[in-house]
């Protein structure tokens, strides 16, 4: 077994909140190692970022490195997201929001945009290891010790004083310290892949995500999430019941359900599926707590909701710096309250986006997203979540996110 040297923290997997984290941390000469298992690039959904999320790109000094190389590597630039169902259509401008802070951002193609943020962590001068498997962590009073393979197949030993999940679905610590448990959603399924859309550009504003309802079953809902080159991400998510259903494979599946939705019809009369459908069930996760002595876990290997509304980036955003701040004055000497600075924090905005997510599927936050006449200066608080900001307390529709939603969706359905 090959010994390696010891380091300050251990972060486990590159993906964004990884590879953000470990720059935060190594901006403040925080010796740190990030373990990777896979080699980038590498396939994953999440493509439509939050304007919200490059006020962390920022703040580790890679949103210069992004916004440089977007053309080139087909980035779309996003300022809103628009929704349709039975004809309807409503349509939220970023720029346009109640919260201070950017209004736009881009579309990207994961595989890319991570390497991109790791090779740029790398040029920082962020050791990350690449094709390294995490299989155990044994915690003692010192830190942690973390054993595994490296990519040349040798087993592999790394202490560490704190050690920083970011495995994303893998959820390593979750899985080793026994930490999941159910989570409050429904479990649902969702088909995706990559299509060659062939969309006329007149009808369709490719700076927005499109968030589409099925016609009959408003609990089944679509995304279209435009890229630069021409070729758009596109799923369908609904409860595992519904498409148990159906006949056929994944890509019959998606194809049948998104040619039912005549606005994407219409838009995806062209469309050329060149590539596999994939498909992701049981995605909705949560654990029995966001920390423990000398770990803590960050964006999907602590919680996920659900792809509506595409917070997930954001979330593991915010996770990495709220853990990078504590880390930093725990490093200094501090006493670090990590329930107080860390979970409750997170938790906070986390909670916002779940009331939304429910207020989706329940319907009530559909009859306000569709409400024809809106007000605008409530649309703009409403606009602010939609484009991450849910740790805006300033915003009455993120302070009390639940009677509001609730008061509102009344007005609505009502008018």
């Given at each position: 077994m090959q010994k390696d040297d010891s380091v300050q923290v251990a972060v486990i997997g590159a993906?964004?909140?990884?590879?953000?984290?470990?720059?935060?941390l190594h901006r403040q000469g925080i010796k740190v190692r990030v373990l990777e298992k896979n080699r980038f690039p590498r396939f994953s959904i999440g493509e439509s970022l939050l304007p919200q999320s490059m006020v962390y790109l920022e703040e580790a000094g890679l949103a210069q490195a992004v916004a440089a190389k977007a053309d080139a590597m087909g980035f779309q630039f996003k300022n809103g997201a628009a929704f349709g169902y039975q004809g309807q259509e409503a349509q939220f401008d970023f720029t346009d929001k109640f919260s201070p802070g950017p209004g736009t951002t881009f579309q990207v193609k994961r595989a890319a945009f991570d390497k991109l943020l790791a090779d740029e962590?790398?040029?920082?001068g962020v050791d990350i290891r690449f094709e390294h498997s995490v299989d155990k962590v044994d915690m003692t009073e010192q830190g942690a010790c973390l054993l595994g393979t490296d990519a040349s197949g040798q087993s592999y030993q790394l202490n560490a004083d704190f050690v920083l999940d970011a495995s994303g679905f893998a959820r390593v610590l979750p899985r080793l310290f026994d930490l999941e448990m159910p989570s409050e959603l429904a479990p649902r399924?969702?088909?995706?892949?990559?299509v060659v859309d062939g969309i006329d550009p007149d009808i369709f504003d490719r700076n927005k995500i499109l968030i589409s309802v099925h016609p009959e079953h408003p609990a089944v809902w679509y995304w279209l999430i435009p890229f630069a080159d021409g070729t758009c991400s596109l799923g369908v998510v609904g409860e595992i019941a519904f498409f148990e259903q159906m006949?056929?494979?994944h890509a019959a599946i998606l194809k049948e359900l998104v040619f039912a939705e005549p606005g994407l019809a219409k838009l995806l009369v062209r469309a050329e599926f060149p590539q596999p459908v994939n498909t992701l069930k049981g995605y909705s996760a949560k654990v029995k707590s966001l920390y423990g002595p000398g770990y803590a876990l960050l964006g999907n290997a602590g919680e996920f909701l659900d792809p509506v509304f595409s917070s997930g980036v954001t979330i593991a955003f915010t996770s990495a710096s709220l853990a990078a701040k504590a880390l930093v004055r725990q490093f200094a000497g501090e006493t670090v309250d990590w329930q107080r600075d860390f979970a409750e924090p997170l938790q906070g905005g986390v909670d916002v986006f779940r009331t939304y997510v429910e207020g989706w599927y329940q319907g009530s936050f559909q009859?306000?997203?569709?409400?024809?006449?809106p007000d605008p200066k409530i649309k703009r608080m409403v606009c602010s979540?939609?484009?991450?900001?849910?740790?805006?307390?300033?915003n009455p529709y993120v302070?009390?996110?639940?009677?509001?939603?609730?008061?509102?969706?009344?007005?609505?359905?009502?008018?």
């Open positions: 993906g964004p909140s990884g590879a953000l984290v470990a720059t935060l962590a790398m040029a920082q399924q969702a088909f995706f892949t990559h006949s056929g494979d009859d306000v997203i569709f409400y024809p006449a979540i939609l484009a991450g900001y849910a740790w805006d307390k300033t302070a009390e996110s639940k009677r509001r939603l609730r008061t509102l969706a009344q007005i609505c359905k009502a008018g």
